[in-house]
C-alpha cells in the first residue's frame, strides 16, 4: 500500500498541518527553508499534529553542497525525526555523489537520489550501475522524466532494471508520450503499474504530490484517491 505525501515549498508549519488534516495524508516532505525553523516548532507539529516528516529536499544540485552544508543537512534530520534526505539534483558526476554518500555515512538519515534527464541518473542503465554499488540508497522514481526518453516508464523500464530494489518515493507527476503534462491517471506514466509493482516488490513506497498544472494539492488528490487509493 502506498504511503502518500506532499510537498509545498516554503510553506508555514501551520499551513502544514490544516493541510494535512484536510486531505488526510500525513507525510510531509520538507525543503531547505525549514532549516531555520524553530525545532521546538517542528518537533510540537510532529508530536501532537501527526505529521510524519518523509523528507527534507535538498534545494541544489550535489555540487553545490560543501561538507559542512551536507552535515547541516543530516543534524537537522536527526534532530527532527524526518526520514530522508532527497537529492532531486544529482548532478552529473557520480564521483560526487559517492563523496556524499561518504560524508553523511555517519548519520541515521535514509539517503535518496532522484533520477533526472541530463544528470548521471539518466538513464536505467545509469541506475542499474549506481544502485547496484550503493544499495542502502533509495530511488525517488520519477516517470516523467523517462516519458521525456520516449519510454514507458514501468513496462519498459523498471519492470527489467535491478535498480527497483531501491524504490523509496514514487514522483507523481504525469506526462503523455508528446511530452505534455497531464493530470494524475490521464498520462503514460503507469503510476497505476508502479505502485502495484512496488507493492509486489514488497516495498513500502511513498507517493510523492506537488502542485502542477495549476492545480493544488487539495485538488490533485482528490483525482489520486480515485484511484492510486486502491493498489
Known sequence: MARFSFYSPGTE????????????????????????????????????????????HAKDDLESYTTEALQKLAFFCEANEVEAIVFNNPGISPKKA????????IFRVKLVFENKN????????????????????????????MILQKTHPFFMELINGTYRKNLFMIRIHERRLSGDE?????????L??????????????????????GYTIVELHAIICKGLLRV
Open 192 to 213: 497505476l503499474e508502479l505502485f502495484s509493482a512496488a507493492a509486489g516488490f514488497g516495498r513500502d513506497v511513498w507517493g510523492s504530490l506537488s502542485p502542477y498544472l
Open 98 to 105: 559517492k563523496e556524499v554518500l561518504d560524508t553523511l555515512k
Open 118 to 145: 541530463g544528470s548521471f541518473l539518466t538513464t536505467s542503465k545509469d541506475m542499474d550501475a549506481f544502485f547496484r554499488e550503493n544499495r542502502h540508497v533509495g530511488l525517488c522514481y520519477a516517470p516523467s522524466e
Open 182 to 190: 497531464a493530470l494524475p491517471l490521464a498520462g503514460d506514466s503507469e
Open 13 to 56: 508549519i501551520k499551513a502544514l498541518e490544516e493541510l494535512s488534516a484536510k486531505i488526510k495524508v500525513y507525510g510531509v516532505e520538507l525543503d531547505e527553508t525549514f532549516l531555520n525553523a524553530s525545532r521546538q516548532e517542528l518537533l510540537r507539529a510532529h508530536y501532537e499534529s501527526g505529521l510524519q516528516y518523509a523528507c527534507i
